[in-house]
């Protein structure tokens, strides 16, 4: 029997916060990854309030609606994931993945006076002129001021380099959501350690950049079953442990 889109946002969801955590992207029981199960993108699933990533289960994820005020007060809800992914799925409908993470190498990155990912090679290439930069942190986001401001800064791109903080990275998949994220870190730790060297970047050309780019785009299905393996990875990690 075919799983609802709701089963099967639930695997996929749970299995991206362990794959996460497997990689070492997560930060203590912080950072909130959401995916919308409703047509309209309104109802969406998160993770509940400081539960460690490598121990979410699909069944522990909650079912919100942007809609639904008294989803804020609920006491399994993270009123920061409250304030910034309700926003997003309430504004948003075609983020139907929400992943936010303060990964070392992005977050360096999101630290700098400028806060950009020069295009040097093929991961860097991928966010050329498709990367949003918020340079506005104010603290911990706990109002939906906050989030809709975030939302609106999005203006039509996928990831939001947030400055002094972390990244946001929409998709309209969760496998894509992922391996987008993922890229970006790998991305941010190529350009940091090239930066390390001490010695002047070889930017590429912003026709090659742009190519570049725009070949990533053109290969979703790449991005998806970077997602399914890495799901098989973590099965085939739990089965080891039953031998
Ligand atoms: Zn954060």
């Known amino acids: 029997m075919a799983l609802s889109i709701e089963e099967q946002a639930r695997i996929d969801l749970a299995a991206t916060f362990r794959i996460v955590a497997h990689l070492g992207m997560h930060e203590a029981v912080a950072n909130h990854f959401s995916a919308a199960v409703s047509a309209d993108g309104k109802k969406f699933l998160i993770n509940p309030k400081w539960k460690h990533f490598s121990r979410i289960r699909a069944s522990d994820l909650l079912l919100l609606d942007a809609d639904d005020p008294a989803c804020a007060g609920r006491p399994d809800v993270d009123p920061t994931a409250w304030s910034i ?3 997003i799925h309430q504004r948003l409908p075609q983020a139907r993945a929400v992943l936010h993470l303060h990964p070392v190498y992005t977050t360096a990155v999101a630290c700098l006076a400028n806060p950009q990912v020069p295009p040097i090679d093929q991961n860097t290439a991928r966010y050329f002129n498709r990367m949003a930069v918020d340079e506005m942190y104010g603290g911990m986001a706990d109002t939906e001021a906050e989030g809709a401001r975030l939302a609106a800064l999005l203006g039509g791109k996928r990831r939001l380099l947030m400055g002094n903080h972390g990244v946001m990275v929409i998709a309209p998949d969760i496998g894509e959501a992922f391996d987008d994220i993922w890229t970006l870190e790998r991305a941010c ?12 970047l070889r930017l590429l050309a912003d026709e090659v950049a742009e190519k570049t780019a725009q070949d990533w785009e053109k290969i979703a299905d790449f991005s998806r079953q970077h997602f399914e393996e890495m799901k098989q990875i973590m099965i085939e990690a739990d089965a080891s442990l039953l031998d």
Request: cysteine-free; aromatic content about 6%; hydrophobic content about 35%.
């Open 189 to 200: 730790q190529i350009l940091v350690t090239a930066w390390s060297t001490g010695q002047p």
């Open 85 to 87: 992914h309700g926003q």
